[in-house]
């Protein structure tokens, strides 16, 4: 496990955010992973209706940002700091590095979004399961499609 700390240690950068910083913005596309060194941000989803929800609080040893990391969709909430905060951030291409030595890191950090339950992932998830077709396609496939799906409102009575 030591090994892994320091080989992540040398792959990641140092940013300093402000309280009120955003640090990713929902719906854009970005490919970094953030490590909450100092300071604590919080979680935020701005739904269909343009409510915005905060779903939790970040505090340091935390993470974020490996949805966008691991399916290269776009950001799924917005993360906001809320203190003075001093962030690691790993890009795509030194995160491939250590997969490398640690192809198993992949997998914790899937396990760990499986265990997401908001409600638009939950939504996605009973949509998917109403088709016969999706019925044996996995865990793997189901996030594959929930986080790499377009999404398109449409107003009531709009022929689609």
Known sequence: MQDIVSIMIS??????????????????????????????CSVEITDEKKNKHKLKNLRPGDYFGEISLIFGCRRTATVLSTKYSTLAMLKKESYKEILIEFPDLQQELKKSIYGYNDRIKRFIINSIQAVEYFDEIGEDATHDIIYNLEGKLYSKNEIL
């Open 11 to 40: 792959k990641f950068k140092t940013h300093l955010y402000e309280p009120e910083d955003i640090v990713v913005e929902q719906y854009t596309s970005t490919d970094s992973l953030f490590l909450i060194a100092k300071g604590a």
